[in-house]
């Protein structure tokens, strides 16, 4: 299973930006898809995550401004950035959670990070 992602680049603050994570493999299901940014000399922090059954949760500093989606026929989970923060400014990794058969157990994969930049 390989996820790559895309997407980041330069922005000021109070600017937008759409990051994509794209799976592709041997994969018989997907899970829960994530995003974690991960700031430099700081670990990696959960910000955002979608389920399989639909459901989505963010961490207490992006609600309101980060929005999850997933489109499962591609396997792509999209994290859309509103109204950004120099705080936000991180190398971003996608995170899915996948079967690669009905009969094998879940494993977690990630992908390479794209960086996000943001100006004040």
């Known amino acids: 299973v390989q996820l790559v992602e895309s997407g980041g680049g330069l922005v000021q603050a109070g600017g937008s930006l759409t990051l994509s994570c794209l799976a592709s493999?041997?994969?018989?299901?997907?899970?829960?898809m994530r995003w974690y940014p991960q700031a430099l000399g700081k670990q990696r922090e959960l910000v955002a995550r979608s389920t399989s059954g639909g459901s989505t949760t963010y961490a207490d500093s992006v609600k309101g401004r980060f929005t999850i989606a997933r489109d499962n026929d591609t396997k792509t989970v999209y994290l859309h950035m509103n109204s950004l923060k120099p705080e936000d400014a991180a190398v971003y990794y996608c995170?899915?959670?996948?079967?690669?058969?009905?009969?094998?157990?879940?494993?977690?994969?990630w992908g390479q990070g794209t960086q996000v930049t943001v100006s004040s």
């Open positions: 995170n899915i959670n996948a079967k690669r058969a009905g009969w094998s157990p879940p494993e977690d994969c």
């Open positions: 493999g041997n994969i018989y299901k997907v899970n829960t």
